[in-house]
């Protein structure tokens, strides 16, 4: 008889920790969020099962129930019976797709990790490439859905619109960042920060870390069971995420630098109506009260903002998230033949 | 996969605080409501600073025998932090909060632990409910609010009277004036809440006279709590939005007066519209700057701060018929700051 090891977590137990112990870290981790996809879960189990065996590499399968209403707790579960390589990380109530993925990631212990849908879009067939790209020495390899199989105004159009915006801003020319299906290296992604809804700007939000980044083109299936959980959210709040992401990406490490080049333009404008105000008094005009008081609400704008940066500059001094610490993800190191002389 | 949760024994908590009735009759009407679930309780008498009256009525308590804790604080800490403090004297494994005046019958205290065995908090709302129509429009609007800005369905937010199961109290890291959501709080940590009928007291049916202090804390609570929802996770959503908008007003208005300038030669000096559209234009950038910095907070944090809460996770090892009872031990013996664990293993 199977006994299952049930960890209860409350509050901050360092969930990882107990997965420390176990020393055969096995290759590769895929990882599988799911919200109520009781049609589709033993059909993804069998496709991984027999689509990564055949990769003959030792392998994790982490499966994260998103806080689902069906039964697919209860099916995931009589797997994991007959399966060791099957984990479930059950949430407590619905969270959303992203910390699905983050607790998945928590959670892998494989060295490379993969992600994919639950719903059987995605083909397991797939890993294999990515798995090869990852160790051809790509950190980050994502998958590009070309024969996207999803109605094309309501989905494939606004996410065109999306990749776009999301390349130019974030400088990660992704053509799909929709897709799931995508491959880490364990050690990279392990170290990002994964919060709010970005999921679809995980290989953005890793390139503070300057990752090496693939694309290879994967396959994907129409929807066979059930109907698609997470829609594309309203264009603002992409917007906004996209705001962020290029925020903490470029400016996190120097904030004070980012709120001052943010007040500039208000003391150059405060600067001109000063200005303004002088030169209708050397001319012996009444100064205009309008034209002087923007002035004045300029200047004192600017110098609040000044203020603002100095907080940040504090937040991030004494905050845990460190700029360099990302450089030692992706360094690599050369070092003379005779190796480096130690300096006694 | 949770087993049927029976609490093995009760801590009651009674911060107690400016509003108190006479803790003897108080106590003794509590005492009755609790034995009557039968099981082994404890009593924690938390005094939110010096409390003369009380602190006689205690110990005169103490010095009869009586199954107390009491924990005095030396000045006044707020509710929250008396019921931490409670809790972290306390043993039990459900928990009981209860108001240190009249505010439901101890007759009732059961249907309250009853309750735990198919959610993780039980929150009283006094039904039937005394008071005139003014009341009950003041009660409807405020929880109408409340609700609407949490997506919650509570109707007695004052309700003092509230049974935590251990894990729950544990995570709820309470502060300022948060022991009045402690319901909405446990929600959106992942935990089920239920609401429970009881019976109000007679001493609460007296219709009281609100004066603008309580209504200013009701607006207070809202604000906090809209706060607490709405802007800890995504901050620059919250703010962006809103210094979006300004910053688009000031910025349209200072457009409009441009073009005047240009086209229609109206003088730009003399018009106070101006001052408006470069004060808005400044707020904008300013709140705008603020969400930032939230974000800026949020990030740094970010590996600390987990989005979600894992209930269990579930993994059969490998294992024969020789390691099968190691496994069982090893289950048992993972560190848990609980006594009790909602889930037991699947067999």
Known sequence: MASAIVTTECGDVDATAASHGHEDRPTLSVIVPLYNEQESVRPLYAAIVQ???????????????DGSTDDTVAIVTEIARFDSRLRLVKFRRNYGQTPAMAAGIEHARGEVLVTMDGDLQNDPADIGLLLAKIEEGYD????????????????????????????????????????????????????????????????????????????????????????????????????????????????????????????????????????????????????????????????????????????????????????????????????????????? | MTAPYSPSRLSIIVPVGARRADLKTLYAEYKSGVEAIGLPYEFVFVLDGPRGDAARALDELLQAGEPLTVINLTRCFGEAAALMAGFERSSGDAILTLPAYHQIEGSELHKL?????????????????????????????????????????LRDLGCGARALRRQVFAELDLYGDQHRFIAILAARLGFRVAEVAVRQSPHDRRSRVYRPREYLHHFLDLISIFFLVRFTKKPLR?????????????????????????????????????????????????IFALGLLGELIIFTHARNVKDYRVEEVIHYPESDEASSSENAADARSRPKDVPHSPSSAVA
């Open chain 1, 51 to 65: 689509a990564v065996g055949e990769l003959g590499r030792s392998f994790e399968m982490v499966f994260v129930d």
């Open chain 1, 140 to 344: 980050i390899v994502v998958g590009w859905r070309y024969n996207r199989q999803d109605k094309l105004v309501s989905r494939k159009i606004p996410s065109r619109i999306a990749n776009w915006l999301i390349g130019k801003v974030t400088g990660v020319p992704i053509r799909d960042n929709g897709c799931s299906l995508k491959a880490f290296r364990a050690d990279l992604i392990k170290q990002i920060p994964l919060y709010s809804e970005m999921h679809r700007f995980i290989p953005a939000m890793a390139s503070i870390a300057g990752p090496r980044i693939a694309e290879i083109k994967v396959r994907h299936h129409p929807r066979r069971y059930g109907q698609s959980k997470y829609g594309l959210s309203r264009i603002y709040k992409v917007l906004l995420d996209l705001m962020v992401i290029k925020t903490v990406a470029t400016f996190a490490s120097r904030p004070l630098r980012w709120f001052a080049v943010l007040s500039l333009p208000l003391f150059l404008v405060s600067c001109a109506a000063f200005a303004h105000s002088i030169v209708a008094l050397i001319n012996g005009r009444d100064m205009s009260m309008p034209i002087a008081g923007s002035g004045i609400v300029f200047l004192a704008s600017a110098m609040v903002l000044l203020c603002s940066g100095a907080l940040a500059e504090l937040t991030y001094a004494r905050g845990d998230i460190r700029d360099h610490e990302f450089s030692k993800l992706t360094q690599t190191i050369r070092v003379a033949r005779g190796g480096a002389r130690r300096i006694p």
């Open chain 2, 113 to 153: 632990v009853a309750g735990l065995a198919t959610a993780d908090v039980t929150v009283g709302y006094r039904w039937p409910r005394a008071g005139n129509a003014i009341e009950k429009a003041r009660r409807a609007i405020f929880h109408g609010l409340v609700n609407f800005v949490t997506g919650s369905r």
């Open chain 2, 238 to 286: 919250f703010f962006g939005m809103i210094g979006a908008v300004t910053f688009g007003i000031g910025a349209l208005l200072i457009t409009y007066l441009g073009i005047e300038r240009i086209a229609f030669q109206s003088s730009l000096a003399d018009r106070p519209a101006l001052l408006l559209a470069a004060l808005l234009i400044v707020l904008g950038m300013q």
